[in-house]
């Protein structure tokens, strides 16, 4: 789901985009961001078991494959006031249109490589098994 940010300023000063816990449903605890990615480059090839997140591109062109499993769709980030909110259980991969474009993300929970799932046939099963539509904690 795309996140329009909340954009102040004119065109003969420039603008600030920002955005809150509430605009995007979590508290933030961690922050990252990735650069200097060659052009055409593929990245991330996972999904999370609980993290929530926002990616944004302040500067360039990343599209976003999102998959959940049962359908995929591409997402384009070129505009710094749009962010992505990437739920836990979906897929995502990353391919870098523009040299130079700078992917930023904001986490909901610190670095925790248990919560990654890096193998596609893994995610399908536990889609399969509807392991994120389970109320209880995993």
Partial sequence: MIIKFITRGQSSIGYLA?????????????IYYTYEVPLGTRRGFHAHKELQQIAWCPYGDITFIID???????????????????????????????????LCVAASDYYDENDYIRDYDEFIRLVKEGYWNEPEEH
């Fill in 18 to 30: 920002f955005f809150e816990d509430s605009d995007i449903g979590f508290s933030i605890k961690r």
């Fill in 68 to 102: 959940d499993g049962h359908s995929k769709k591409e997402v384009r980030l070129n505009n710094p006031s749009e962010g992505l909110l990437i739920q836990q259980g979906i897929w995502h991969e990353m391919i870098w249109n523009k040299e130079n474009s700078v």
